[in-house]
């Protein structure tokens, strides 16, 4: 790009011949360019928001000194489909405002994560152990030492891990009937990421193993948002009692 390129090229936003459609050639109802433009706002404001999404169930736990009702299993597994979905997407070379969302929700379930062992067994050669292998493997796989079929697998498998990770928290919230300490803010969030990310993905990222992983996270977030505002938080409200 030249020194006289239009910002919102640079940014993103268009590309150049989008740029000349619109506004040179005063095309305002290019629909492909407006689906394009749409999606990249889309992509933006949902990292925007990924950068404080996990903040409410982190203020929670710290609040509250205790992480009853979270399954370490639904954050564990969700950090391994983290770390497989930010390198397979940089390794495609996919636009940042399709996937970026991905990296700061890792740092934060990593947070969580080590918050749940401070509260429970407290810092631990497991926890060490969960660092170094997880971001080490990121490492590794960002830097191409992991072949491409193999990633395209791994990727595929993220759906499954996705799913593992929300249906045993699902499970334990229909049973007790209660949410616990989950963050309701949080999941909506989530939630509406995922929907959010179906249009973009179908608009940018032609990769039907990532658009199912959104359809999937979109109905497992929405299930266990569902739950939230139908149970709450109603072993504590006991416990209060």
């Not at 891990?161 to 229909?174: C, D, E, H, L």
Request: charged share 10%.
């Amino acid at each position: 790009m030249s020194a006289t390129t239009p910002l919102v090229v640079k940014l993103g936003l268009f590309t150049e011949k989008c740029y000349t459609s619109i506004f040179h050639n005063f095309n305002f109802l290019d629909g492909a360019c407006l689906k394009i433009f749409i999606s990249k706002l889309l992509g933006f404001a949902i990292i925007g928001g990924a950068l404080l999404v996990k903040v409410p169930q982190i203020l929670k736990i710290l609040q509250a000194r205790s992480v009853e009702g979270l399954q370490l299993s639904m954050f564990l597994l969700e950090l391994i489909g983290y770390v497989i979905s930010l390198a397979y997407n940089y390794l495609k070379g996919f636009p940042f405002s399709t996937y970026g969302e991905v990296s700061f929700i890792l740092i934060q379930n990593y947070i969580i994560i080590a918050l749940m062992y401070a509260f429970t067994s407290g810092v631990s050669l497991q926890l060490i152990g969960i660092t170094v292998g997880l971001f080490g493997s990121l490492a590794a796989m960002c830097v191409g030492y992991v072949p491409m079929t193999v990633m395209e697998q791994l990727q595929a498998l993220t759906i499954v891990i996705f799913a593992a990770s929300k249906i045993p928290q699902a499970y334990t919230n229909w049973k007790t009937k209660s949410t616990g300490k989950l963050a309701l803010i949080t999941f909506l969030l989530n939630f509406a990421g995922s929907v959010a990310r179906i249009f973009t993905t179908i608009q940018e990222v032609n990769d039907p193993i990532v658009l199912a992983g959104y359809i999937s996270g979109a109905v497992l977030n929405g299930l266990i948002l569902a739950q939230i505002l139908i149970y709450g938080d109603r072993a504590g409200a006991k416990k209060k009692d």
